[in-house]
């Protein structure tokens, strides 16, 4: 396992290009099953989640390469199994589910199983697809799937499920007639997977509201396509440089879907300057406490909530975080204490008071943007850092520390 460390105190500098959205790029592999045939998709980030969602496909017998592009032939798929090993990795996995059975009608998929951050359940996606006729039992820890058709139906969502939304439209666009979900995702990665869905022949209104309409067609021709940027990686840099005090200049930045984050990040006494897809960030004078509450899109991303977090650990005064989406997940504030940092959780709230300085110290990654919090706050703190199990980061983060390191940090990668 690698370990990756930092000596802090370096304000960055520079500027840097944000890769393609992870959270699109993996609903959009799996939308490729819809349709037999070559399709082609550009500015897919080298991630392990993507090496991942590649072994599935693969797994399913679809041929694929990835140089610039990544290329997928879908015309001899042989499997409808989606393993335990793989899907447990990777929960995204389960996106393979509603693809499967619209083109093949059958489909056996792994539940996906908890994680650091929750239970996370799929009961949305399977009462759903059962709505659409689809008969569902679980057995061994399988979802075994199976419909004679899937019919098009009137689908109300308890929670606006990303993934759910996404399973469900990939599903209803090959079925037979309207499905409408109503209180539906309305995260940029949805519209993003609907965009493409339409290039393939899709009828789909309403992505990007709480309402989405699906009319089903017959069948879908291979997707070609350019993946948008991914809006997390970018409002990770933007704290890089307010956590450092540095400016930066960031480039292919998603600006119209980071409402929510740059409105905080100002809050927080960042200076943002938009210019059509980059962002110039600078951080002057002191930082500011904020109160945070994390939500569905439009709201505030809970997957931008340790990042906020590391940066509220130098804010003099009193900065409150609530997580509403997932159960458990500010397992990097005992990271951040072990920094130095003063954090109190409340029940699903923590209660972040702003210290003078963060230590240099060995700390452990447990999620993806738990992993990344660390990074930020080794950036800022005095001496060395080791972040340690760094394929967490790996997972969602291209190249991380090199970006980091072209903008003057003092950061590094070695094997554990
Ligand atoms: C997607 O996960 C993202 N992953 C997550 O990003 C992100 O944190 C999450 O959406 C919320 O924005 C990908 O897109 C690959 P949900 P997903 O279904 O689809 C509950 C990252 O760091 N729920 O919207 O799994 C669930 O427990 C990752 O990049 C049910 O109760 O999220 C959670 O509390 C982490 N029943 C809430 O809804 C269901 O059937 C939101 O989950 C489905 C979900």
Known sequence: MDRIIIRGGNPLRGEVTVSGAKNAALPLLTATLLASG??????????????????????LGCETTFTDDFCINTKNIQSNEAPYHMVKTMRASFLV?????????RARVSLPGGCAIGVRPVDIHLKALETMGVSIAIDMGYVNASCKKLKGARLSFDIPTVGGTENVMMAASLADGVTTIVNAAREPEIVELAQALKKMGARISGEGS??????????????????????IEAGTFMVAAGI?????TIKNCPLPYMESVVEKLREAGLSIEECGDTARVRRNDSLIPVEVKTLPYPGFPTDMQAQIMAL????????????TIFEN???????????????RVEQDSAIVTGVDRLRGAPVMATDLRASASLVLAGLAAEGTTTVSRVYHLDRGYENLENKLKSMGADIYREKE
């Open 97 to 105: 589910l509603g693809p499967l059975l619209a083109r093949f009608h």
């Open 210 to 231: 709480d309402t989405i309409t699906i009319e089903g067609v017959k069948e879908l021709n291979p997707l070609v396509h350019t993946l948008m940027p991914d809006r």
């Open 329 to 343: 997940r500010f397992t990097h504030v005992a990271e951040l204490e072990r920094m130095g940092a003063d954090i």
């Open 312 to 323: 509220a650990t130098r804010a003099p005064g009193s900065s409150v975080i609530r997580e």
């Open 244 to 248: 450092t005090g540095g400016d930066i």
């Open 38 to 59: 070559q399709h082609s998709i550009a500015g897919v980030p080298k991630l392990r989640d993507i090496t991942t969602m590649r072994a599935l496909l693969e797994h």
